[in-house]
């Protein structure tokens, strides 16, 4: 991760430092964020999966021995996510979101409109059909949830990065923010973004995303930590200015690396 030292790597680096400061200030946050800094980076280095309770918690004890220079030289942009075969998808796959699934947001597919706002020079609005048209892939990755869980899943769409171009957005901009149907919000820096795998989700497992999994699209990040995946997208703006998250104003680690 020496070799390649892109501008990318500085603007993550100065996501990365930002993230510390903002946990200095939360004391009882110091630990569970430096954790979460690089639990993933630790694993996708040392080529090991987090497959239980025992190998998760030898990581943690491991990385929060690290101090924040270290952590910072970990993320590397260019780094793929482990992926995994068909045979290896949890099933069922869990749902998770800040309400019960019973509350899970039904968005109307024939009225939905995809909004796009702020650095970006094609303002129009996407209808799910349009997105769909996009180039597809599929990916098997692991989502890794900070209560405690972590599930193999299969998701297909089109990948964010290209999306971003093709709309005209400022891809020298620090952040892509996103607004969802119900009262999330998320944000992820520009080198997350352009990840290659990153997508624009808008199937699970070869069907169309299911309410309880975001439809009618969801973000999916292998490279980050599950609430960094914003589900039931209606609007992506692109900023210079700290959008924040659900989660992370309320003291979890923005930079949310898996
Ligand atoms: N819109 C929205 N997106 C969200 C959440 C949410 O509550 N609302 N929860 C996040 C969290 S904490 C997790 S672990 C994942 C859960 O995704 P899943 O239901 O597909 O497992 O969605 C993330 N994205
Ligand atoms: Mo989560």
């Known amino acids: 991760m020496n070799d390649k030292l892109k ?23 110091r630990l569970f964020g430096k954790q979460l800094l690089t ?20 990581f943690l004890t491991a990385v929060s021995r690290l101090n924040d220079s270290a952590q910072a030289l970990l993320f590397s942009p260019t780094q793929l996510a482990p992926t995994y075969t068909e045979a290896q998808i949890t099933r069922p796959f869990p749902f998770n979101a800040y309400y019960g699934i019973d509350q899970v947001p039904h968005v109307d597919e024939a009225s939905y409109r995809l909004q796009l706002s702020g650095l970006v020079t094609g303002k129009r609005t996407w209808t799910l059909p349009e997105l ?17 869980w972590s599930a193999v899943g299969r998701w297909g769409g089109t990948r964010f990065g290209d999306f971003l171009k093709r709309v005209g957005a400022d891809t020298s901009a620090k952040y892509v923010g996103f607004k969802c149907a119900d009262d999330y919000y998320e944000s992820i820096d520009m080198a997350t973004a352009l990840h290659p795998q990153t997508l624009l989700a808008f199937d699970y497992d070869g069907e169309r995303l299911p309410a309880k999994y975001g439809f009618p699209m969801k973000l999916r990040m292998p490279t980050k930590l599950g609430y960094k995946n914003p589900k039931h997208i209606v609007e992506i703006f692109v900023t210079n200015k ?6 992370s104003d309320q003291g979890y680690n923005w930079f949310g690396g898996s």
Request: negative net charge; glycine residues 10%; contains cysteine.
């Open 7 to 29: 501008p990318a790597h500085k603007l993550d680096r100065q996501s990365i430092l930002q993230d510390a400061q903002r946990e200095l200030a939360m004391p009882s946050r």
């Open 39 to 58: 639990l993933g980076g630790l694993s996708m280095l040392t080529g090991c999966s987090l497959t239980d309770d025992e190998s998760v918690n030898k």
């Open 132 to 148: 769909v048209a996009l180039p597809h892939e599929e990916q098997i990755t692991r989502h890794i949830c900070v209560e405690g």
């Open 242 to 247: 700290y959008p924040g998250g659900y989660w």
